[in-house]
């Protein structure tokens, strides 16, 4: 997922380049909470949402190295969630460009568990 609100992508750009840190973290999260959004809709009564994996791709600068700290958006998010004590294994990837500009891109694994 990317940061989308209305199908529309609120931030584009490279982290390091054109955008800032606290913008990229909070479009992580608000991707993020897109994933999780998205998740929730195929849970059914008696059923709850766990998280595996998940995946922050940051589109940076060559020489942007603080890719953690945009991935924390998505954590916090999950966090809200599933608790601090659900949080899933996390990856934080630099890449050069993602699908429309956006600056980040949230993979998510999520497992539907009956509760």
Do not use: H, K, W
């Not at 999260?29 to 766990?50: F, H, K, W, Y």
């Not at 995946?55 to 942007?64: E, L, Q």
């Not at 890449?95 to 694994?109: F, T």
Request: hydrophobic share 45%; net charge negative.
């Amino acid at each position: 997922m990317t940061p989308r609100r209305d199908g529309r992508l609120v931030v584009t750009g490279r982290v390091g380049e054109s955008v800032e840190i606290p913008q990229a973290r909070e479009a992580a999260g608000l991707a993020a909470r897109n994933a999780i959004a998205a998740a929730r809709s195929v849970v059914t009564e008696g059923e709850r949402l766990t998280f595996a994996e998940m995946t922050v791709y940051i589109a940076c600068s060559s020489d942007f190295t603080e890719l953690s700290a945009v991935a924390d958006g998505a954590s916090d998010a999950a966090a809200e969630e599933v608790g601090a004590n659900g949080l899933p294994a996390r990856s934080a990837v630099g890449v050069y460009a993602l699908p429309g500009g956006s600056p980040v891109e949230v993979a998510l694994v999520a497992e539907v568990v009956t509760t």
